[in-house]
């Protein structure tokens, strides 16, 4: 018996509006292997699901794929220069090889993707052809996404606690407080005190309802050795949290690389609670002076005159211009209180109703301090010994 071969190439109809493609309305079938060479618009107003066969999509003008019905394909191919624009999903059973050109969805649709079906893979991805939209992916627990923008592959792998029904993913080479291709927006200064700085480069949105951990890359473009202090051991992942509307910290599980170039996977989270994550920075001033001075200690002041512990001198203090010190007799009574300490007490009360002849200095005796750091949020307490 001879091969059934239905083949499809050129073909190109018009309608009234000047719109050209090949239209599906029913009748288009891809048999036996064989495959179909895409060079104008898909319009699929029919089902279309391929259990073998290519479908491929070629040539130096932009392809459009839209219609009422989301084609289902075995395997897919691109190698067109102009890129192929998804207006509806596109489902691939089998494998999509990138060689030229890039598959693009509305961002702001993120209803809209090329869709790796269960047993879908991909090959040839590059810097040169890959999603520059959203990804998606069914009933798997382990992917990596080979999204990006048009000048580059960021992919993100995604690795799930079990098996996720639906998992989308796009990438943004876009501030997030002001990015230009979606309509929200999420302001990197709205943020937990516990993050420094968060990236203003680039963010990835990832939905998915199963826990999961995702590992993400920076690189040159990243700038991430731009941030004020920053180093390969500060850098976090951070997520805009949809119910709390700021950025919160994820977490790290494993990291490699350096401050130019590297890679970072997150502790398990629910991607659908965040609607963005990026790159963050712990803040490294407030952690480092936490770490070097888990107390400030105790100090002996002798204010008289001979140059030595004459006034109160609080080492460190100057990463933290915003402060409060507030100096305590042992009756519980304030009897200093400065704003922006630099260092002036010397023994002589400037608040209290309770002292006597405050210009000629406290008794001797112990006092208890409280320092409040502002811009470090740290707060200490101890004692101060004052000896005349």
């Not at 070629?58 to 289902?72: E, L, R």
């Not at 067109?80 to 624009?85: G, T």
């Not at 809209?112 to 047993?119: K, P």
Request: aromatic share 12%.
């Amino acid at each position: 018996m001879k091969t059934l071969l239905h083949i499809a190439f050129l073909f190109s109809v018009s309608i009234a509006m000047g719109q050209t493609g090949l239209f599906n309305n029913g009748n288009l079938q891809v048999h036996n292997n064989a495959n179909l060479g895409l060079h104008t618009n898909f319009i699929n107003n029919a089902s279309f699901e391929q259990t073998t066969g290519l479908v491929g999509f070629y040539g130096n003008n932009a392809i459009q794929v839209s219609g009422s019905f989301s084609p289902t394909l075995w395997d897919t191919e691109i190698m067109s220069l102009s890129n192929v624009f998804l207006q509806n999903p596109v489902l691939v059973q089998n494998n999509v090889n990138f060689i030229d050109g890039n598959f693009l969805t509305p961002v702001n649709n993120q209803a809209v993707y090329l869709n790796f079906m269960e047993s879908g893979f991909f090959s040839g991805e590059s810097n040169a052809s890959k999603i520059t939209g959203f990804a998606a992916v069914n009933d798997r627990d382990v992917f990596s996404f080979p999204v990006g923008d048009q000048q580059q592959l960021r992919p993100l792998t995604l690795n799930s606690q079990s098996t996720t029904p639906l998992a989308i993913c796009a990438y943004f080479f876009e501030n997030p407080s002001n990015p230009s291709s979606i309509l929200e927006n999420f302001d990197t200064e709205e943020k937990v005190n516990t993050i420094g700085t968060v990236s203003d480069r680039e963010f990835w949105i990832i939905q998915s309802d199963v826990p999961a951990q995702v590992t993400i890359s920076w690189n040159p473009r990243s700038a991430l050795g731009t941030i004020p202090n920053a180093t390969v051991e500060s850098i976090i992942i951070v997520g805009w949290l949809k119910s709390a509307n700021e950025w919160t910290i994820i977490g790290n599980s494993a990291f490699s690389g350096d401050i130019t170039q590297g890679f970072i996977t997150s502790e398990t989270f629910v991607p659908s609670d965040y609607a963005a994550i990026t790159f963050g920075t712990i803040p490294l001033p407030r952690d480092t002076f936490a770490v070097n001075n888990p107390t400030l200690g105790n100090y002996f002041l002798s204010p008289n005159g001979d140059g030595i512990n004459d006034f109160w001198i609080i080492d460190g203090l100057e990463e933290s211009p915003n402060n409060s010190v507030r100096i305590f007799n042992r009756y519980g009574q304030k009897v200093f209180e400065q704003l922006n300490y630099t260092n002036e007490f010397r023994g002589i009360a400037n608040t209290g109703t309770m002292i006597p002849n405050q210009s000629a200095g406290l008794p001797e005796g112990v006092y208890f301090y409280l320092v409040t750091l502002d811009d470090l949020e740290l707060e200490y307490s101890g004692f101060l010994f004052l000896d005349n």
